[in-house]
């Protein structure tokens, strides 16, 4: 039988320690590289939710109110002049702000 040589306790925990030190930078280096990666260049590809817009369809069933967009404005470009009756959430149609989700049902085609 062979015969272990009994190495100290500090012996031990100074080469567990030295190891995860070893482990945490090759950790920090790869989180640094994946970070670092270049992103594609493409043109083609659109935001979700851009500016009163869902899913780049300005005027679907569900829209999303823009930055600086009225009911007004809203209802000229989608087509929809029943915008209040259809969202009775909205109980000032002067108090509209970006984020606000309508439903709209354009009366005339696009």
Known sequence: MAAFTKKPLST???????A????????????????????PVDN????????????GR???????????ETLHTISDKCGDPFIVEQNPHIHDPDDVFPGLVIKITPSKPR
């Open 44 to 55: 083609t590809i659109e935001p979700a939710v851009r500016g009163g817009k869902l899913a």
């Open 12 to 18: 031990v925990i100074s080469i567990a320690d030295a």
């Open 20 to 39: 995860l030190w070893y482990c945490a930078l090759a950790l920090i280096a790869l989180i640094l590289l994946s970070s670092l990666r270049e992103t």
């Open 58 to 68: 300005p005027c679907d069933e569900i829209y999303v109110v823009g930055e600086g």
